[in-house]
């Protein structure tokens, strides 16, 4: 499956954005999506994931709230709102898909290309 990530900017602390991931060559909803994020010298870490029905739905820490993951099999898109960011969500943002319900990074399989969001003031 080819994902592709959108969305990204540079925001004010605060502010708001919506990530959109689009996939394609695949059954959409033969899997599980999540969202990842990534800085200079830090591990991929996951901050979202949603199930392939979207009935079960993980966060990271304190996103729940903060963060909201969503997904349209019919349209084959997956979104992060993100909303209150703070500087420390400055990342660049991946969206994955794989066939575990998980939120390692080891079990997904396929990844779009990243998405950069910036917050400062």
């Known amino acids: 499956v080819q994902l592709q990530a959108s969305g990204g900017g540079s925001v004010l602390p605060g502010g708001s954005l919506v990530l959109s991931c689009t996939a394609s060559?695949?059954?959409?909803?033969?899997?599980?999506l999540g969202w990842f994020r990534q800085t200079p010298g830090k591990e991929r870490e996951c901050v979202a994931a949603?199930?392939?029905?979207?009935?079960?739905?993980y966060y990271s820490d304190e996103k729940e709230g903060h963060f909201e993951i969503s997904r349209d099999n019919a349209e084959n898109t997956v979104l992060l709102r993100m909303n209150g960011l703070k500087p420390e969500d400055t990342a660049v943002y991946y969206c994955?898909?794989?066939?575990?319900?998980?939120?390692?990074?080891?079990?997904?399989?396929?990844w779009g290309q990243g998405t950069q969001v910036t917050v400062s003031s």
């Open positions: 060559g695949r059954t959409f909803s033969d899997y599980v």
């Open positions: 949603i199930s392939k029905t979207g009935e079960n739905i």
């Open positions: 994955a898909a794989g066939t575990k319900w998980s939120f390692r990074t080891a079990d997904y399989d396929y």
